[in-house]
């Protein structure tokens, strides 16, 4: 049997997903400090491939978070870029392991479209509910 070991549980739920896709069953078993996704040793090389390549990808995203949420470091945090729309960067403080557990679930990119959208939502009020902004939409496409 193959194991794969995860500091973040989201992380491990993403590998057990992948392995699921590839028609792979799974067990995931939390231990004292880390999770465990175990594997049958009768896999195919080439999923056994693409299993290899996904757990180092999670490892990396793993690491980062295990560290961030450990840091031995006096000063401790996280914050965010925001472009406005005049061009100008501010940074949003926030709390580290909050960033830790959204960074568990999307990629940067994604948080990051997330952070710009609100910020013009911020800067570009609009108080009508989505569904009325979708009827207006489809008014104007008639």
Same mark, same amino acid.
């Given at each position: 049997? #193959? ?9 491990? =739920?993403?590998?057990?997903? +992948?392995?699921? *896709?590839? !028609?792979?069953?799974? =067990? ?16 195919? $090389?080439? %999923?056994?491939? /693409? ?14 978070? #295990? $560290?961030? $949420? ?6 401790? !945090? ?8 005049? !061009?100008?960067?501010?940074? &949003?403080?926030?709390?580290? /392991? ?6 568990? %679930? ?14 013009? &939502?911020? $800067?570009?009020?609009?108080? /009508?509910?989505?569904?009325? @902004? @979708? @009827?207006?939409?489809?008014? +104007? *496409?008639?």
């Amino acid at each position: 049997m #193959y194991e794969y070991v995860f500091f973040h549980k989201q992380l491990a =739920q993403k590998f057990e997903a +992948k392995a699921k *896709s590839l !028609g792979v069953s799974t =067990q995931l078993n939390q231990e004292e400090l880390s999770w465990e996704v175990i594997l049958p040793e009768d896999i195919s $090389e080439d %999923v056994d491939d /693409k299993l290899s390549d996904y757990y180092d990808e999670l490892f990396d995203e793993d690491q980062e978070l #295990y $560290e961030i $949420e450990h840091s031995e470091t006096e000063f401790q !945090g996280a914050a965010i870029e925001i472009t406005l729309k005049n !061009g100008e960067k501010t940074y &949003a403080e926030t709390d580290q /392991k909050i960033m830790g557990k959204i960074l568990s %679930v999307l990629t940067f990119d994604e948080l990051n479209i997330l952070i710009n959208d609100i910020a013009t &939502a911020v $800067e570009n009020p609009n108080d /009508k509910t989505l569904c009325e @902004r @979708r @009827r207006e939409d489809e008014v +104007k *496409s008639v």
